[in-house]
């Protein structure tokens, strides 16, 4: 069983806890999540299996899509609904200004994240930090904003957004920010993800639904193979007359798809127009950086690492 779950994760989970509630439903051992959410966030949340786990360096998560209510009126520690109020207003932003915020923080920002965060400084979360009492300076980090879209004004002073962003982006940090720049204390009232890569809401399973496919021994149909989220790799078709290369791992010679690549770019390897991993150009040779094989094939049982 190696590709990957999309599941549509609850409010009130851990990534971890679903991870391992797949684990259970699937006796994979080797398994695990491609973008935490936080516990109180729900939506898209790809789960990797088997061999796919060593392809996590290469997936396309980097672009990302969320629905968010920002409230206005308090802020919170934690900058969303969990947290304790630290500062209240009442100066409710119109529509207009709203947009005026939204378009300033499109594009390359500064984040500074809450000290509730995940962010890890000394090895350590800043959330135990914060838990503990402590006072620790939050690095503040360049994420990017590719646009924020008003879906409608909701009760409680709020506004629903869709945030298109990039890998790292704290949406809760992104609603701080937009109460500061429209003159009103605001907090990120609920979150859920909807797209992660590749992988979107639409095709999402619950876990609930993930349990009964199992029980029908259907669970497996569901899953998307190991090259799915790789599309934004170049790929390149292994000829015949090299077939033992790839089973045995072994550097392979250059093809007319990759003698363009520049030093050290990541391709797609192909056999028979099957997957059988990741390698990347070094001078004239495509060295392995993590060979799957196909799960009818022999070989491929360790990753190619030089």
Not at 49 to 78: H, I, P
Not at 140 to 156: A, P, S
Not at 208 to 236: M, V
Request: aromatic fraction near 8%; charge should be negative; charged fraction near 25%.
């Amino acid at each position: 069983m190696n590709g990957y779950f999309n599941i549509l994760k609850p409010i009130g989970m851990s990534s971890a806890a679903v991870v391992a509630a797949l684990r259970r439903l699937t006796g994979v051992k080797r398994i695990g999540h491609a973008g935490t959410l936080d516990p109180e966030a729900a939506g898209v949340l790809p789960v990797m299996t088997g061999k796919a786990t060593r392809l996590f360096d290469y997936l396309a998560d980097k672009e990302k899509e969320y629905l968010a209510v920002c409230a206005f009126g308090a802020a919170t520690d934690t900058q969303d609904a969990t947290g304790n109020v630290i500062e209240t207003g009442s100066d409710y932003p119109d529509r207009e200004t709203f947009l005026r915020a939204a378009e300033q923080l499109t594009g390359e920002i500064v984040q500074t994240p809450s000290m509730y965060s995940a962010i890890k400084v000394g090895g350590e979360p800043l959330y135990l930090r914060a838990r503990r009492g402590e006072t620790v300076d939050v690095p503040k980090r360049v994420v990017r904003i590719d646009g924020i879209e008003m879906i409608r004004e909701t009760d409680g002073h709020g506004f629903e957004i869709c945030v298109r962003c990039g890998r790292g982006t704290y949406i809760r940090t992104l609603c701080a920010d937009l109460g500061r720049l429209c003159g009103c204390p605001a907090h990120m009232r609920s979150l859920t993800r909807t797209r992660c890569g590749v992988f979107r809401i639409g095709d999402a399973l619950t876990l609930e639904r993930a349990k009964e496919l199992a029980e029908e021994g259907t669970l497996s149909e569901h899953l998307f193979p190991p090259d799915y989220p790789l599309e934004h790799l170049a790929q390149t078709e292994i000829p015949e007359k090299f077939r033992k290369l790839v089973f045995n791992g072994a550097k392979l010679p250059l093809t007319a798809d990759t003698e363009a690549l520049p030093e050290g770019e990541s391709v797609r390897i192909y056999l028979d127009g099957r997957f059988w991993g990741i390698a990347a150009r070094y001078g004239k040779e495509l060295v392995w950086k993590a060979q799957i094989a196909p799960e009818d094939e022999p070989g491929g049982d360790e990753v190619k690492c030089e």
